[in-house]
């Protein structure tokens, strides 16, 4: 049994650490965001840990500038935990602290840490590292190409489209090159491909959508379907009080799954089969059907990883004479077709 348990709140931001909850020279501390403290504090709770008590490291993800000592912290095997702000910011108004500074938000993350004990965070394998790396450069060029691309409409100076049009046509340059970047990273470690190779068998889904979803939603194939819908925000949540029934959405999740979904999905309802069925039926109900469509995708996908196989394209038809089939064995079996005992008398 642990000596102690330490739940220690960290707010990281991009010059310093503070910190909520480490023992002995005071409760907070404010550390430099620089490699030796990040040294500093992994000896620290390594040694806590190595004596007998449980720590739990807590921090926000922080765009990027709490990897390196959620790196530093894993590798001295320290369990550290990364949570969403926004369920941390609701915590704390939830209690009753409307404050927001440094220093109060790592007294929150500890508080939080304590109260809801989060899962620690892995640290991502190098090569998916580096994929996640790519992929996100690459969208954020992408979204720099459609902001140059609506301000030279409206450029009226002939040599302000010039130069305008020739940095437009550098940054689709780098998107190219960045896509393949990321498939030859795809390729170079044999689970990625292996994983890819199987997801891009599914009609909407090519290689970058297959490397989002290889890169971003690790989980996928060892989840039921509900786990992997809850996990990507696309299972419906009730709203419903009393007589009410509210209209089911969606909520939370990974929103960079759900944009490859979502793509994966818009391809799909043109040349996959099984999703233009269900958006077909769906439409015809008058139910909306493009968030179906990516559950629809996400489910089939995981199930694609689960079972290490190929999609079959036929593999609704055959479920759905399978399902007619028992429909009709059971039928025949039921008491109300079964012949009487004896002949009745006359």
């Known amino acids: 049994m642990p000596c102690q348990v330490h739940h220690i709140g960290v707010d990281v931001s991009t010059a310093h650490l503070d910190t909520h909850g480490l023992p002995g020279r005071g409760v907070r501390r404010r550390l430099p965001n620089s490699p030796e403290s990040h040294a500093e504090l992994a000896a620290m709770l390594s040694a806590l840990r190595q004596g007998g008590d449980d720590v739990l490291v807590v921090m926000e993800a922080s765009g990027g500038c709490e990897r390196a000592l959620h790196h530093a912290l894993v590798e001295a095997g320290v369990p550290t935990a990364i949570v969403n702000p926004k369920r941390v ?12 500074t440094d220093r109060v938000d790592a007294k929150v993350l500890k508080a939080f840490g304590e109260t809801n004990r989060p899962r620690p965070t892995p640290v991502p394998e190098p090569v998916r590292a580096e994929l996640m790396e790519l992929l996100d450069y690459r969208t954020q060029v992408m979204a720099e190409v459609l902001a140059r691309s609506q301000q030279l409409e409206h450029y009226r100076s002939e040599a302000m489209r010039e130069h305008a049009g020739a940095a437009l046509a550098a940054l689709k340059a780098q998107v190219d090159s960045l896509a393949v ?10 689970e990625l491909s292996r994983r890819a190779e199987l997801l891009r068998s599914f009609k909407g889904v090519g290689p970058l959508i297959s490397a989002d ?10 989840l039921t379907e509900k786990q992997i819908a809850s996990l990507a ?17 969606i909520h939370g999740g990974r929103a960079k799954v759900r944009r490859a979904l979502f793509h994966a999905a818009r391809v799909g309802l043109r040349w996959n089969p099984a999703l233009k069925a269900l958006y077909d039926r769906l439409i015809g109900r008058g139910k909306p059907g493009k968030v179906a469509c990516m559950r629809k995708a996400l489910v089939i996908l995981n199930a694609i990883l689960k079972t290490g196989e190929p999609w079959d394209p036929d593999f609704e038809a055959k479920k759905e004479e399978a399902r007619k089939a028992v429909r009709a064995a059971r039928r025949e079996t039921s008491p109300a077709n079964a012949e009487p005992a004896c002949a009745p008398a006359v």
């Open 181 to 190: 970047d990321i498939e030859m990273t795809v390729h170079g470690d044999a």
């Open 89 to 100: 910011r609701d915590f704390a108004r939830s209690n009753g602290w409307l404050a927001k």
């Open 213 to 222: 979803l290889v890169a971003f939603l690790p989980e996928l194939g060892t």
């Open 233 to 249: 925000g696309l299972a419906p949540f009730a709203r419903d009080s009393g007589t009410l029934r509210g209209v089911r959405r």
